[in-house]
């Protein structure tokens, strides 16, 4: 997937400008897909000149223009055409796998402290989550279809975390039993 695929199905509910790109990109597609800010401007500049998206100036007073970003019919039709190809599974880069297949080179301490602090940046993600799906009051039956996809996605991210926290438990506990 490229960045460009992310900023389409950002677009697809309602214009926006690069401005509130970025900032959906901190918060909702960006749980799923980081992009710099500075990246989004300079893909919507490219996309622009693909004709995948179609600008809209606003004037605004005492400050510069705003420019709104709406997919136009060739970008909504790339976007059809991407959602239907098969994808492949993403590779997983995860820094602290790195240290631990290499762990034996430290004390089981060291990496179990790092495995607690990890343990709970995905506690705090998995709260997040968990807040935004009882904002959603999802009860999936009566979700209308543009609320129904990104609630699967909240749902894949909250198996996720989960999952994680369980591997920090099982990992933590695998390290004390190495000290004893």
């Not at 279809?145 to 926290?165: C, D, H, N």
Request: charge should be neutral; glycine fraction near 4%; charged fraction near 25%.
């Amino acid at each position: 997937m490229s960045i460009a695929h992310a900023i389409l199905v950002s677009l697809v509910t309602c214009p926006q400008s690069g401005y509130d790109l970025a900032k959906k990109f901190d918060g909702s597609v960006g749980f799923f897909w980081k992009a710099t800010h500075q990246q989004i401007y300079r893909e919507l500049t490219k996309l622009e000149e693909l004709g995948w998206l179609i600008p809209q100036t606003i004037a605004q007073e005492g400050r510069p223009d705003k420019k709104l970003f709406s997919l136009s019919e060739l970008g909504q039709e790339n976007l059809k055409k991407w959602i239907s190809q098969p994808c492949d599974i993403s590779p997983n880069k995860e820094e602290i796998l790195v240290k631990i297949y290499a762990g034996y080179l430290v004390t089981p301490r060291i990496l179990e402290l790092e495995i607690s602090r990890h343990q709970q940046l995905h506690q705090q993600k998995l709260a997040i989550y968990q807040e935004i799906e009882r904002q959603m009051n999802a009860k999936v039956q009566g979700l209308p279809q543009s609320i129904k996809y990104p609630y699967l996605t909240l749902r894949m991210g909250i198996k996720f975390e989960r999952a994680w926290i369980e591997w920090c438990d099982e990992a933590i506990a695998m390290l004390q039993n190495d000290q004893t």
